[in-house]
Each structure stands twice: as C-alpha cells, then as structure tokens.
C-alpha cells in the first residue's frame, strides 16, 4: 500500500514507500513526486509550464481546463494526480500535426470561424470538442451541443465555435493518432502544499483487502475517494479538514457492469460515461442512462461514479430517482463481510446513511422485472439542462395493462433532506384505470409524503407544483 507522510521533510509530498507516479504527458514519460492530491492543472502549468490548460472555475463547471486522459476528457482541475500512475494524458499543446509547429484543423477552424475572442476557454473548447470527433465523427449539432455542454465561453457566442466544429467534421476525418512527444518547456518543481494538499494524507490500496483493512484499522476511518468530482471541489475550497484519503480509483474489484440472468450489477466505482454507452444498460434501465448523460458535462461523466453519487448523499443527486424506480439493491464490504440492502432503506436523514464507518459501498444491483415495466419517465427541471443542481428530479416506472396502471415506482430527488421514494403515490395509482385517476387527489398524495423547503435555488411551493405537474406527465406520457 502506498502512503504519503506529512510532516515529512519534503512536506509530506512524497509517498511513503518512495513509488512515484509515472504517467506520459504528450507522448513523453515523466515521474512525478507531488503530492497525491496535487491536482493535475497545477502540476501541468506549474511543473510542465504547459499553460494551454487554464483555469477558469477550478470547480469542475466551465472546461477551460479540460484535457484528455487515457483519451478521454476531463477536468484537469478535478484530477489527483496521484490517480493517474500509468496514465497517457494529452493537453491541448498535444494536439497538433506530429512534429509540426501548426495548429491541429480544429484549432485553424476555430480561428477561421471566429470561434475565440479572449481565448480563456478556447484550449478546453478544442478539447472536448476533438473528444466529441474521435467518438462521434460526423456529429448533428444537437452532439455538439451535448458535447460541449461542460464549457462556457462567455465572450464568443457557441454558434461560431458550433460552426467550427461541424465545419471541422465535414472536412476531414480527425487524426486521432497518439500525439507527438513535446520536451516539457520549464521543469520547475511544483509549489509545496501550494493548495493545502500537504495538510492530508493518500492511502492508495492495491485490492479491496487492503482497502477493507484501511477502513477497519485507523480510529478514524479514511475517506474514500473515487472520481474526485465532489470532493476534489471541496478541497479546492479548503472546505475539507485535513482528511486521510483512501484512493479507490485503482481498484479493478469496484469496476464492471456484468449481466446476468436476474440482475445487473454495477461496480461502485462504474462511471456516468459507462452507464451511457452500456447496450444492455441503455435498452433495460433507460433511466439511469438518461440521468447519466444529464449529470455534469462529458469532463464531469468521465469520472463521476454511481457510487460516489450515492456515497455523497445529497438530496438532489441525479441518480439515486432512477435507482429507487428500478429497486436497486447496493451492497456494503467491510472486514468483517458483506451486505446487502435494498437503496430506498439507505438514507435516513439529510447526508445520513445506514452505512457503518468502516464500510464501502461495493456494488449497485439492479434487478430483472418479473413483469417488465411498460413506460419509463425521467426530468430533471434546472436551470439548464447540463451542469445544474435539479430543482425537482422524477424518475419513475409504470407497467400499464389495458388502461389499468398494475405497477409504479417513483423517486424524486430535490424535495426532501433525502431522495425519496414516494410509495404512497405508487399505492394509490395502482390498480386504477387510466379514466378513473383523479389528477387533482393523485397530486394531493404526493404533496403530502414530500417536503421540499425553500433554498437558494428555488421555493417549496414551486418545488410542490413541479412534482405535480411531473406527476401528471408520469402518467399522461407511460403507456
Ligand atoms: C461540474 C460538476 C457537475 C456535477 N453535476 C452533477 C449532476 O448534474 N448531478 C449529480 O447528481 N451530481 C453532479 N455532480 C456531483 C458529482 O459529480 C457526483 O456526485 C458524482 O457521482 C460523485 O462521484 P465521484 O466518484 O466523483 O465521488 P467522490 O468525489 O470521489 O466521492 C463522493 C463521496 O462519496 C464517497 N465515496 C465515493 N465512493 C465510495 C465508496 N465506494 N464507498 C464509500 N464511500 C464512497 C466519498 O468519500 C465522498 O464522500 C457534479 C459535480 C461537478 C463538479
Ligand atoms: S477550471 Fe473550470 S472546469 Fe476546471
Ligand atoms: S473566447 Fe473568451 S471565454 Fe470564450
């Protein structure tokens, strides 16, 4: 197991046992020996003097510091780097022709197009779009649109940088091919506990054993971290007290979406992006896919995991609706075993879980219908449709038979200190004949097992009519 150690000489930035961190940048191979929760932003602008990446945010909202790992596109102000042991990151000076000093076509387009006035998001604008080209090659504008939805540019208009991008599509098939190696332009050391990294410690475990064994032997359990999307903010924010970070990120045990014949079960670290492209996932479990691809941008659904969405425990979470319509089941590991227990039964208050401190969250089961449902619904209602925290999230299930609802299962999120499963809704829906559904009382009893309080975002009287109304849509849009 490899562990930092503060109050060591070098601040505690190094790793215990003296392994570092060996990732490729561009093509070319670099050792770091940052802090583990150095966030990759700081060490490529800082160590690298790649300064194409910018940061805008530094929360995860805006992309101006995305960049490719493992080919995929991330937030570089997200990433630990002590995650990325083995990893192939590509930053925007990597995107050129190989061995040219010319821009990449997309970049030329850019310009042609009057894509970049202040340029601040231009770097990350380029990147999520060539991760859109390399995964979509000839992309409608509504791709393009969902693409880029995790960038804001805020001086340039998107249909100039849309434009770009279609023009781009249309002219020639991207060259995906790895990129050529770059000599690091400066190789100052990254600045010691420059955001406070220095005051926690990183745990990275080899297997869920030793993961379990961490959990069980401090007096102060450690934090897991997964993808990083909620608590790399938080750190970002000096919002966290020195934690002890125990990194799943590594552990193969957590990942995996596997079929089978009365259940699919679902990794705990299995990401957004996953859930998206899964088949099997996108024909059975429509839902779940739709809350995936609403949560965060493409940078976002790179790394957040269902697990960390239901470990994190907020009320307006985007999954756990989804999970309550299917009856998911989550399962615990601890030293001392396993268990499972169904997900509506987790939370208990608001961020309270029946989850005891030395417990991870292994795997999401959700089961097969023993009658398969006939109608899936899902809505989110935000401010806008990516990048916002729901002011209502429904997700719910019906199985209609000859006008006569037989099933539903319903969950909201947004509208209680938990996500909530509104099972007396479902009860009295059921077993009613489409005709005889009294809209207004059907209202009235999700009113009532509902209590959505008045915040920065929205009113509880607001919160009560769009639950309401997405009652009504439920119903009027199942079949
Ligand atoms: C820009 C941005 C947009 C976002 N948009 C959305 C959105 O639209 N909808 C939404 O619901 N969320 C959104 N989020 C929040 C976040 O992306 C999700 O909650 C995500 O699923 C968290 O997963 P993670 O792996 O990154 O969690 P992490 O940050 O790694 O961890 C989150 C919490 O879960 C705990 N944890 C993680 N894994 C385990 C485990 N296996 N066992 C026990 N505890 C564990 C951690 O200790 C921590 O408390 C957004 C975040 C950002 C930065
Ligand atoms: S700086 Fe805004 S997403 Fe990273
Ligand atoms: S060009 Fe200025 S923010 Fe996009």
């Not at 070319?28 to 805008?56: C, Q």
């Not at 690091?184 to 990275?204: D, K, M, Y």
Request: glycine share 10%.
């Amino acid at each position: 197991m490899d562990e930092t150690t503060p109050g060591a000489a070098d601040g505690g930035r190094r790793t215990a046992d003296g392994n570092s961190i060996r990732l490729t940048v561009n093509g070319t191979r670099h050792t770091l020996d940052g802090h583990p929760a150095a966030r990759l932003l700081d060490v490529l602008r800082e160590r690298f003097g790649l300064t194409g990446a910018k940061e805008g945010c530094g929360e995860g909202e805006c992309g101006a510091c995305a960049v490719l790992v493992n080919g995929r596109l991330v937030n570089a102000c997200l990433i630990p780097v002590g995650q990325l042991d083995g990893a192939a990151v590509t930053t925007i000076e990597g995107l050129g022709p190989a061995g040219a000093a010319r821009l990449a076509p997309l970049q030329e387009a850019m310009l042609a197009e009057g894509g970049t006035q202040c340029g601040i998001c231009t770097p990350g604008m380029v990147m999520a779009a060539h991760a859109l080209l390399v995964k979509i090659p000839r992309p409608s504008l509504d791709d393009v649109r969902e693409a880029l939805a995790g960038n804001l540019c805020r001086c340039t208009g998107y249909t100039a940088i849309y434009h770009a991008i279609l023009k781009t599509a249309s002219a020639s098939p991207l060259d995906a091919a790895p990129q050529p190696p770059l000599a690091p332009a400066s190789q100052s050391p990254l600045s010691p506990g420059g955001r406070g990294e220095g005051a926690h410690r990183w745990t990275r475990p080899r297997s869920l054993a030793e993961a379990l064994q961490a959990m069980a032997n401090e007096n102060a359990p450690p934090t897991p971290i997964a993808g990083g999307t909620d608590l790399m903010v938080l750190l970002q924010m000096q919002a966290l007290p020195p934690a002890h970070f125990l990194d799943l990120w590594g552990l193969d045990e957590l990942r995996g979406i596997e079929v089978q014949a009365a259940q699919t079960i679902l990794g705990a670290l299995t990401t957004y992006a996953e859930v998206a492209e899964h088949p099997h996932l996108r024909a059975a479990y429509p839902l779940l896919v739709q809350a995936a691809r609403v949560s965060g941008g493409w940078a976002v659904q790179n790394r957040g995991t269902i697990g960390g969405n239901i470990m994190n425990a907020s009320p307006a979470a985007d999954t756990p609706p989804a999970l309550i319509a299917y009856g998911a089941q989550v399962e615990f590991a601890s030293a001392r075993g396993r268990r499972w227990m169904p997900y509506a039964a987790l939370h208990t208050g608001y961020k309270q879980m029946r989850r005891q401190p030395d417990e991870l969250l292994t795997r999401i089961a959700l089961p097969v219908p023993a009658a398969p449902p006939t109608g899936h619904f899902y809505r989110k209602v935000g401010p806008r449709r990516a990048q916002a925290i729901s002011r209502v999230c429904f997700a719910g299930i019906a199985r209609w038979a000859k006008n006569v609802l037989a099933e539903a299962r319903i969950g909201l999120a947004s509208v209680a200190p938990t996500v909530v499963e509104a099972r007396h809704t479902a009860a009295y829906l059921q077993g009613r004949h489409r005709a005889q559904i009294d809209l207004a009382e059907a209202r009235a009893v999700l009113e009532h097992e509902i209590s959505p309080i008045d915040d920065v975002r929205s009113t509880a009287a607001y919160r009560r009519r769009v639950a309401g109304n997405l009652l009504e849509q439920f119903l009027a849009e199942t079949h």
